[in-house]
């Protein structure tokens, strides 16, 4: 069992920066996949990014490249989604996922067994 707590969400202005925390308890996240996924007000949870569990490769939605990072230290058990270049478009709460071994590019939710309980990002414009 993996528990996962997201962190560093929050109001931005647009063009702005963001950096959010997935932090794992209980267990080691170092042989998980994690993903963050995302969802806007009224609509479904979409896919944002991953990194595989070796660190070795990540995974980004078209809307979120080149302006998105997603990074882990697997010392601090954490890992890392920085967001530069905020639209008020990527108003959402973010939540991040965690998939046992994932090597491969998993974007969707059923791809992960644990879930954080989300952080709000809210864009203005």
């Known amino acids: 069992q993996v528990t996962l707590e997201e962190s560093g969400g929050g109001r931005v202005q647009a063009g702005g920066s963001l950096r959010l925390s997935c932090t794992a308890s209980a267990r080691s996240l170092g042989t998980y996949a994690v993903g963050w996924f995302r969802q806007p007000p009224g609509e479904e949870r979409e896919f944002a990014a991953e990194i595989n569990w070796t660190g070795s490769n990540t995974y980004y939605a078209d809307s979120v490249e080149g302006r998105f990072t997603i990074s882990r230290d697997n010392a601090k058990n954490t890992v890392y989604l920085q967001m530069n270049n905020l639209k008020p478009e990527d108003t959402a709460v973010y939540y991040c996922?965690?998939?046992?071994?994932?090597?491969?590019?998993?974007?969707?939710?059923?791809?992960?067994?644990?879930w954080g309980q989300g952080t709000q990002v809210t864009v203005s414009s």
């Open positions: 996922a965690a998939a046992p071994y994932g090597l491969g590019y998993r974007p969707k939710v059923t791809d992960y067994s644990y």
